[in-house]
């Protein structure tokens, strides 16, 4: 059976039953030395919740709902799997954000879908994306499969496999570095500005605190790769793009975090997203190696030598 018709019969036959939100209205985040709320800790992310939302799926699901779409969401991508990562720690399972199973990501537009336009529907394709296509040499693989795509970069994503995500706070500068493939993300507390000419995966992060919450503006893209992986089509952002983030504690383990991004090149409208990190209490992280352990690069390159010298024979 298809996601599609999993998704459709959980809805009209479950839909009823909803999960209860916890209140995070009475909650106070504690204060580090600099008495700013302290994010400063091990936080990590692993659900099957799909960036974008299936089509009649409701984006809050009952617990029922969410253990069956999380299993549709294994068998109908993961299941068969080589990465014991994404099995080691148990059965699938959705985001949960405030006690709420979210079917997506994405929660503006209100359908769940990436408001593509035309020429962001070209180049987000799956076929595109999986490297079906015809590339003029290694630099224009997908970045994930290079080991250069970092999930820590603005906007944040998550995946099946568990992702931890360190914070360190100053006065002047927050920064997060990912156990995932990802360089050092800093957060410009103190406004300093990058020329408009250096551009990066990443970005360049400004950031302020409103309350209890910090918000991150973040420009200077760069168009080198525009993909960011995810559950499901890739998100695009080009260098024109304007991610806005908050991160807000609403308890001792759970860091909710919300995202607009503003791409004029690649979408009709903003969208937003939406989920939470849960409090590690192992409190350390480990190195990612994936430059040292990656040989896809070296079989793509060599596996199309061979494709080349079989259509030189067959051509002779």
Known sequence: MEIKEVCALLATSLISSWAVAQS?????????????????AVWSTRFNTMLERPEGMPLVLSPEMAHGFANAVYENGLSGNTDPDIDILGPPTLAIVKGEYRSSVIVYPENGILPYNDFGIENSSFEYFKGNFDFDGPEHRPGVE???EGWGAPPMRAFSYQIFYGFVQTPEKIAIVAEENSPLRVIHMDGA???????TFEGHSIGRWEGDTLVVETTHYSDTIPERASMGRPMLISSEAHVTEWFTRVSETELFYQYEVNDPIYYIEPFRGEFSFTRDNSGHIYEYACHEGNYSMTGALMGARVQEKEAREAAN
């Open 24 to 40: 995070s209205d009475s909650y106070e985040a504690p204060r580090n030395e600099h008495n700013q709320p302290d994010f400063q």
């Open 146 to 148: 290079r080991c250069i």
């Open 193 to 199: 500005s990058r020329p408009d000419a250096i551009r």
